[in-house]
């Protein structure tokens, strides 16, 4: 059982930042990849950024050069930098990690960019 913990989300204007945390609970946490997801109302969750267990980074075209994803394994927290957010970017935010071929989501947080 995994158990994913989001925060720091919140209420910004447009061009402003976040960071995003989500701490998990698991011992093999160097191992997992995790992945930051995130629904809009009437969209699909769609994958945002993704880190891999060696650290290697993936983002979605639209969040390129705006967010970064990064882990800090002492803490076994992953973090979703996001700059520049723009109001398209307003959405529950979500993390998630496949362990033993189980999804494991966090409770979501929630981003609002206002223009």
């Known amino acids: 059982q995994v158990q994913l913990v989001e925060s720091g989300g919140g209420l910004v204007q447009s061009g402003g930042s976040l960071r995003l945390s989500c701490t998990a609970s698991?011992?093999?946490?160097?191992?997992?990849?995790f992945g930051w997801y995130r629904q809009a109302p009437g969209n699909q969750r769609e994958l945002v950024a993704r880190i891999s267990s060696t650290s290697t980074t993936n983002y979605a075209d639209s969040v390129k050069g705006r967010f970064t994803i990064s882990r800090d394994i002492a803490k076994k927290t992953v973090y979703l930098q996001m700059n520049s957010l723009k109001p398209e970017d307003t959405a529950v935010y979500y993390c998630q990690t496949t362990q033993s071929g189980i999804d494991y989501w966090g409770q979501g947080t929630q981003v609002t960019v206002a223009s």
């Open positions: 698991t011992s093999t946490f160097w191992l997992n990849a």
